[in-house]
């Protein structure tokens, strides 16, 4: 039997009394009212002394970890259809290994989340070349983005909402950009047990922005198996096809009749061994899905991720008009989790929302530019269940 997500929290609160009745360490999600207040520990120190901080709140069933590294999610714990909490967010118990070794778990994205050819881009006239990092390109802001700086960590209570506003100057010229870029992002929690992103930026010359959130997804609990019978629906009739370094062709292509039609939720397993042309260049999925809603004033349904072994459930809305689908191709095995077991190929997956890739070399697509004067503004939700 299926239950709603207030018979879960129920059901969870009970069995924290009745853990603590008989001597146990079970911990219940408060049932309603306001969250628990932000609590700040030290995780680790940088190699140049920098101390990293990590955040710990909760509200409405749901447990957030967050890292001053990064703005990185570092644990998301939501129960399943009978109350029991398991982290579902990829990642490590250690600052060492974020900083050597990381797939941008967890991490907020920018100055540019996604890819841009040859690391370039012309703007106003002007080409601007940025950190490459990745082949040819640059990727997710460069080679020292977002993902690796400290940023400023402020907690905050407002009614019964709990969250941080994590605050960064990324400077003129960094990474290649133009612009001093002024950045907030506001993690908060909701009563609801929603985890909302607000992203936020000026600046004082034309640059272009798209920012982002690369957590890495297993519903049945990081380190539990592969995320092929995960149900995956994307609200998208094209998306856009990429050549070999991943760059985006321009084209804008239909889902109809290929493995990437995700429409009507299906495994994501059932097709990822297809064998489409796209495919094998992404040795999986890691495309771009063109949201059929496009740029909303507030935040529409994009995607739903449900596991259901666990019955936990994911619901993704957004004002942004694309969602990079990554099905964790590069998962090698090589990386050992917070469960303290490793990652192999699958084992997580990416549900990012954005702009799309190379968006300043693609006329076509929608603009990533931003001017002074003009404040960069999107949310995205994220919803949970069972």
């Not at 640059?207 to 609990?221: F, I, K, M, Q």
């Not at 064998?275 to 771009?288: E, R, V, Y």
């Not at 740029?295 to 008009?321: K, M, V």
Request: net charge neutral.
């Amino acid at each position: 039997m299926e239950l709603n997500r207030r018979t879960v929290l129920a059901s969870a609160a009970a069995a924290g009394l009745a853990a603590t009745a008989l001597g146990g360490t079970a911990e219940a999600a408060p049932a309603s009212g306001k969250g628990r207040k932000p609590v700040k520990e030290l995780f680790g120190t940088l190699a140049d002394g920098t101390k990293v901080h990590r955040w710990s709140l909760e509200n409405g069933g749901t447990r957030l970890k967050v890292l001053s590294y990064g703005g990185i999610v570092q644990s998301l714990e939501i129960p399943d259809r009978h109350g029991r909490y398991a982290n579902v967010s990829a990642g490590f118990d250690n600052l060492d290994d974020y900083v050597a070794s990381s797939p941008y778990f967890g991490a907020l994205i920018g100055r540019y989340g996604n890819r841009i050819g040859k690391g370039r881009f012309t703007l106003d006239g002007r080409t601007y070349q940025l950190s490459v990092n990745d082949g040819d390109n640059s990727l997710h802001g460069g080679a020292k983005g977002f993902d690796k700086r400290v940023w400023d960590v402020e907690p905050f209570t407002h009614g019964s909402d709990v969250g941080l506003r994590l605050h960064h100057v990324s400077v003129d010229g960094e990474m290649g950009y133009p612009g001093t870029l002024r950045v907030t992002v506001t993690y908060t929690l909701t009563r609801h047990g929603d985890w909302i992103i607000d992203y936020e930026a000026t600046t004082d010359k034309a640059t272009v922005v798209n920012l982002t959130s690369h957590v890495y997804w297993n519903l049945g609990g990081e380190g539990s198996g592969g995320i092929e019978d995960h149900e995956l629906r994307i609200a998208a009739s094209r998306y856009t096809p990429t050549d070999s370094g991943l760059i985006p062709t321009g084209e804008l292509a239909k889902v109809a009749g290929t493995p990437f039609d995700f429409r009507r939720a299906k495994p994501v397993g059932r097709d990822i061994r297809a064998g489409h042309p796209q495919q094998i260049l992404a040795q999986g999925f890691d495309h771009n899905w063109v949201l059929d809603k496009g740029i909303t004033a507030r935040p529409e349904h994009a995607a739903t991720l449900r596991d259901p072994s666990s019955g936990r459930t994911l619901s993704i809305a957004t004002n942004e008009p694309g969602l990079q689908f990554y099905s964790g191709n590069f998962l090698d095995g090589t990386l050992t989790g917070t469960s303290g077991r490793v990652y192999r190929q699958g084992d997580a997956l990416c549900l990012e929302t954005q702009h799309f890739p190379d968006s300043p070399n693609q006329p076509s697509f929608p603009s990533t530019v931003l001017r002074p004067g003009q404040v960069y503004r999107t949310r995205t939700v994220h919803s949970f269940d069972a």
